[in-house]
């Protein structure tokens, strides 16, 4: 997708494409992702620009939705180690509306909508092998315009990390 020769990352977000990144801001966003509190003026000297620079390109990167300040919990260290994504199969028409109900859901991190053999795809944290059977029998179940659900328990994970770097060179496609 394309909006006036910008690629649009999200319907949400106001459009900036990859092309809008140079080098500097690549190196900020490499060196947030690694240490997301590291002071500007570490920026700047990792990069050789002024802290000003460092200052500028951060406050457009979130105004533009590139990046949020966020602080990152780890489930299983915190009590909830019984992780899950479950694919949703809902009545036509009722995506938007089952999505939101399940959004509004403690247990559940994530929520999106997608094609092929699922209509909704979520992504749940629980305490225990219980609590994710009351999860799937009571308020799951309890949602009308759910047709079928496939739970995968996730076993092992090699990887949870939101660090993504966009890869060297890449360029948003019209």
């Known amino acids: 997708m394309a909006e006036g020769g910008r690629a649009v990352l999200r319907q949400d977000r106001r459009s900036f494409g990859p092309s809008d990144l140079d080098r500097f801001d ?46 990152l919990l780890d489930p299983v260290a915190i009590g909830f180690p019984i992780h899950v994504m479950i694919g949703i199969r809902v009545r036509r028409g009722a995506a938007k509306q089952v999505g939101r109900r399940l959004a509004a859901m403690g247990c559940v991190a994530y929520v999106c909508y997608t094609t092929g053999r699922y209509d909704i795809i979520l992504e749940a944290m629980l305490p225990s092998n219980e609590a994710l059977e009351v999860f799937l029998s009571e308020p799951l179940a309890s949602i009308r315009e759910i047709t079928q659900t496939e739970t995968f328990h996730v076993l092992t994970t090699d990887k949870f990390s939101y660090m993504w770097d966009l890869p060297e060179g890449a360029v948003a496609e019209d």
């Open 26 to 71: 690549r190196e900020i966003l490499r060196l947030l992702r690694d240490d997301g509190r590291r002071p500007n003026a570490d920026i700047a000297r990792a990069i050789g620009v002024s802290e000003p620079t460092v200052r500028k390109r951060l406050d457009r990167l979130r105004e533009d939705g590139v990046i949020r300040i966020v602080g």
